[in-house]
């Protein structure tokens, strides 16, 4: 239940945000998912609707962006995408290579509404 952890912590972040804003609601959240986080999206969308319910995200619309694993050549340099279980170089078929990619979530942009009306 990885997913919900994250999920928590994204809505806890947002939340805070958006009432520093003044905002009655979030109509939208746009987030970055590291791909060391290996968050599942399907499982991460029903997560967030899970802890987003009570929240001033209750509404929001989810777009999330799962960032792809990046390997890079200790040999020739190069840095490449790679699927699972991808471990030489596309290049010069060296094996020395190392896994990139970030940790952790990062809200890449929301949609406010405040109320206006007081
Ligand atoms: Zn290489």
Redesign the pocket.
Known sequence: MHEFSLAACLVETAGELARAHGAVRVTELACRAGAFTQIEPLTFRSAFTVVAAESLLAEARLVLDVEAFRLR??????VKECGPGQTA??????Q??VLLGDHGLTITSMTLETDDEG
């Open positions: 050549c200790r040999s020739c340099g190069v170089c596309p290049l010069c078929g060296s020395d290579m």
